[in-house]
Nanobody, 121 residues
C-alpha cells in the first residue's frame, strides 16, 4: 500500500522548535519533489515548502522563510521539515504531499494524513 506518513508534531512554546518527518511506504520518494502544506482551523490550506527530488533545491512561503528548512534523505526514504522560532500563527495540521504523475509539488494529489502542530504558551 502506497502511503505518506507524517510524524513529529506536538505542542511547543513560542520560539521553540519541532522537526517533522514524512516517511514513504510502498514506493520510493526519490523521483518526487515533496511539498509541505498546512491548514489552520477556518483557513485555507497553504503551501509551506517544496524540496526537489535531489534535495538540492528548496523554496519556502514568505511566512516561514528563514525559520523553516526542508531536507530529505532518499536513502532512508524520508523528508523532513525543521521548524525553528515557531509562532502561534504556525499552529496547523501539517501535511506532506506530491503530485504522482509529474513528481512536482504543484497541485499535489497524494497526501499523508497530517500531523498537528500547536504553538502556544
Amino acid at each position: 500500500q502506497l502511503q505518506l506518513v507524517e510524524s513529529g508534531g506536538g505542542l511547543v512554546q513560542p520560539g521553540g522548535s519541532l522537526r517533522l518527518s514524512c516517511a514513504a511506504s510502498g514506493f520510493s520518494l526519490a523521483p518526487f519533489a515533496i511539498g509541505w502544506f498546512r491548514q489552520a482551523p477556518g483557513k485555507e490550506r497553504e503551501g509551506v515548502s517544496c524540496v526537489s527530488f535531489s534535495g538540492r533545491s528548496t523554496n519556502y512561503a514568505d511566512s516561514v522563510k528563514g525559520r523553516f528548512t526542508s531536507s530529505r534523505d532518499n536513502a532512508k526514504n524520508m523528508v523532513y521539515l525543521q521548524m525553528n522560532s515557531l509562532k502561534p500563527e504556525d499552529t496547523a495540521v501539517y501535511y506532506c504531499a506530491t503530485e504522482l504523475a509529474s513528481g512536482t509539488c504543484s497541485n499535489p494529489n497524494f497526501w499523508g494524513q497530517g500531523t498537528q502542530v500547536t504553538v502556544s504558551s
